[in-house]
């Protein structure tokens, strides 16, 4: 069984940074793709950035250039740096797992709030 546990998420000031991480209980962490999705109130969950087994990133426009999507395979973790942070990336910040061959799994998600 998969289980996604983020930490990471608080409050912090327009223009600052926060850490996500993101621990996967299961044994295929090494050949899941990894992705960081957020949802804001009354907004549908977005694509923040993704990660393949591999190492190629893909990243949402909006994000591209002050995010950093990373993953140690040896301690089953994918990251999140978020640098530069603006109001509009308030959200919560959910991880998935997923596999080429099907099935993903989410976490139970992580409040991001950028405020002064």
């Known amino acids: 069984q998969v289980q996604l546990v983020e930490s990471g998420g608080g409050l912090v000031q327009p223009g600052g940074s926060l850490r996500l991480s993101c621990a996967a209980s299961s044994s295929i962490f090494s050949i899941s793709t990894m992705g960081w999705y957020r949802q804001a109130p009354g907004k549908q969950r977005e694509l923040v950035a993704t990660?393949?087994?591999?190492?190629?990133?893909n990243y949402a426009e909006s994000v591209k250039g002050r995010f950093t999507i990373s993953r140690d395979n040896a301690k089953n973790t994918v990251s999140l740096q978020m640098n530069s942070l603006k109001p509009e990336d308030t959200a919560v910040y959910y991880c998935?797992?997923?596999?080429?061959?099907?099935?993903?799994?989410w976490g139970q998600g992580t409040q991001v709030t950028v405020s002064s």
């Open positions: 998935k797992q997923s596999l080429v061959v099907g099935g993903y799994w």
């Open positions: 990660i393949t087994s591999g190492g190629s990133t």
